[in-house]
């Protein structure tokens, strides 16, 4: 998969919520940057062993800059700490993409629930619906108001369909009132914490849900048996270990692909699959990819048989 790469430089920073900064990236040269589709992120290189992702919450119809936000999280691995602290205008970031694993699918009409953060890749999407001329509503929860990122850019829609509600004010979000009636033709879309998705999860009809989780599903644990991964580009094969990825079998043996999460949530490492069966252990394929077994994250994927020919 070829994927645009450069360096970009921060040409706007505001806060768009408390502990919630958005970032505007322009090409240095005022070059146009590749289109995108509601639902895709960014990787973000931020330095050594420091690569994020971000969903794009811009205008897909501006090709002259892109726009992410970053919540900071006190617990978390350094990526949000870093932007936060030491990325300000006129910084330059290396960024890879857009990749696109959450895209809005054609339907009369949408609900839509986020959680915090999780307002980013939903966002456009609701521009999309609106121009497509489709039917829509927005459930948007989090902590505080003030702690909930682009209500102002909401407020602009008027006219009841967006129903935002801080759980200090309202308690937790009231998911049957959106979900529980939820017609044939309707699209469910929800990104945010966990814990929510899981509830959503939980009431949505099957086949009408889509998803994007920033942590990845807690699934059981699956058998771990030893396999071979033969890489069609080079001939070479090699055995996968139990409790060893594929994606470290493959680095081990000194080649280089790309990845970031290691947990199977950002779709970095997708790799094609041309022969064999993969066992999916990932959070990012729809069940449609993951029956049709084309692709594989091998950061925690594995195989359900005793080998994988890779296109590698």
Partial sequence: MNLYEAELVVSERESAADGVVALTLRHPQGEELPGWEPGAHLDVVLGPELERQFSL?????????????????PDGRGGSAFVHEQVGVGDKVRVRGPRNHFRLEPAPRYRFVAGGIGITPILPMLAAAEAAGAEWTLLYGGRTRRSMAFTGELAGYGDGRVTVAPQDETGLLDLGAVLDDVPEDTLVYCCGPGPLLDAVEARCPAGVLRVERFQPKERPAGEE??????????????????GVSVLETVRGAGVEVLYSCTEGTCGTCETDVLEGEPEHRDSVLSEEERAAGETMLICVSRCRGERLVLDL
């Fill in 225 to 242: 048996r030893e396999f071979e991964v033969v890489l069609a580009q080079s001939g070479r094969t090699l055995t996968v270990a139990p």
């Fill in 57 to 73: 919450c811009g205008d897909p119809g501006d090709r002259s800059r892109w726009r992410i936000a970053v919540l900071r999280e």
